[in-house]
């Protein structure tokens, strides 16, 4: 690492924009005295449903609870399977089995990464009831595909669009339209709650169902009474954190935009010749679907004499963050116990030991780019294979 490398500030993958309105609104909820679920809640639940173009939103503290809950309204559990990627962050299918399923994982297209449709039907059986598509780093999954599946088969869909809130297909929002569709608002996403997401629903009665599992399944009436119908958990978003998703909501499309420009600069500087001499596997160039919630390359461990960590660390040294999303989920021990093995999924697997991730985020510059590109292929050319 050169001195002018250590001298440069560290760039993080990733780093949320909070705006001082926002920072302010939060202390006025911290002085109000009201700081669980409450007016600020639903205020946030209001906006969100604009967003979707009028369905029914709750709000939750996390975007893992929210998959978890679309399984229990739709009634899956024991006995069912649901059929899902291997290729995603954990929670994907440990929801699954939360509820009693079991996942069944189907490999992935290698140039979307995302779970590949023309393998589903192959993987239904009687005991097929839903699936769970994932939107990886913001890219949509495609929905016409998808959906044709889901209704000729019978099964209910939960969309895994922890990453892709702002994104389109079709020219409609993720969200505004399908069956269940989960959103995650961690510090890592689009937009944050500091923790948080929702659930898009089908109707009121699935809203109000929702509602119970969020709390206990408490249904409370009148100024005294109160039923338990069904065996909730404790999921409810706090109004502290609903006031930071109010205050970021607005900037959403200029955040996303931001996040655009940045990739077409990765793109700009890696689809060269040089660049494809690497051998370096780049996302699908999507600017009109995909929010770019992130920037992802795949290491081409055939052509290099150093392995992924290793590339890792260089980066850290010269004070750029990345991270791994994500490992295999298979290749677990949990999901190793349940019989799954190294080889079923030959593409999820490759992806899993070479994806990185690179820093993405809105209030970064074309310079942060450069050195972030300038950095990665120094250190690829130095460890090329002869």
């Known amino acids: 690492m050169s001195a002018s490398e250590s001298s440069k500030p560290f760039l993080p993958f990733t780093r949320p924009t909070v705006d001082e309105e926002t920072i302010a609104g939060v202390v006025e909820v911290l002085r109000s ?19 979707f173009g009028g369905r029914p939103v709750r709000a939750f503290n996390s975007g893992t609870c929210t998959m978890e809950i679309a399984l229990r309204i739709a009634g ?12 995603s962050w954990v929670a994907t299918s440990n929801v699954i089995l939360a509820v009693g399923a079991r996942p069944v994982f189907v490999d992935i297209d290698p140039v979307t990464r995302h779970i590949d449709l023309s ?14 598509p994932v939107d990886l780093a913001g890219l949509p999954v495609d929905r016409d595909r998808l959906y044709a599946i889901a209704q000729k088969h019978q099964l209910r869909v939960i969309e895994d669009a922890a990453q892709s809130i702002g994104a389109t297909w ?11 569709v989960s959103f995650s608002f961690h510090p890592n996403k689009n ?9 898009v629903l089908n109707n009121e009665r699935e809203a109000k169902l929702a509602e119970q599992y969020r709390l206990q399944g408490v ?5 005294d009474s109160m039923e338990v119908e069904v065996v909730g958990g404790k999921f409810n978003l706090t109004d502290v954190a609903a006031r930071v998703g109010l205050g970021q909501l607005p900037h959403l499309d200029t955040f996303n935009s931001q996040r655009r420009e940045h990739a077409r600069t990765y793109f700009e500087l890696l689809d060269t010749p040089a660049g494809r001499a690497l051998g370096l596997g780049l996302p699908p160039a999507d600017f009109t679907n995909s929010n770019w919630h992130m920037f992802q390359v795949v290491l081409p461990e055939e052509k290099l004499t150093i392995k992924r960590a290793g590339v890792m660390e260089k980066l850290q040294a010269a004070g750029i963050g990345n991270q791994v999303h994500y490992p295999a989920i298979h290749l677990f021990a949990v999901y190793r116990r349940l019989g799954w093995k190294a080889g079923d999924f030959p593409h999820a ?9 690179l820093p993405l985020f809105p209030a970064m510059v074309r310079a942060d780019v450069v050195r972030v ?14």
């Open 219 to 223: 249904v409370r009436s009148g100024v």
């Open 76 to 87: 899956i559990g024991p006995g069912d399977e649901v059929i899902t990627t291997p290729l």
């Open 191 to 199: 937009i944050t709650t500091i923790e948080g997401g929702c659930l």
């Open 373 to 386: 590109v300038e950095s990665l292929t120094a250190i690829l050319s130095a460890h090329l294979k002869s």
């Open 119 to 132: 393998l589903v039907e192959a993987a239904i059986t009687p005991a097929t009831r839903a699936i769970i």
């Open 349 to 357: 697997e490759y992806a899993g030991r070479n994806i990185l991730t």
């Open 33 to 51: 005295g009201w700081l669980t679920s409450g007016p600020q809640v639903k205020s946030f639940e209001a906006k969100l449903s604009a967003l």
């Open 170 to 180: 079709g020219g409609r929002r993720i969200g505004s339209f399908g069956d269940f």
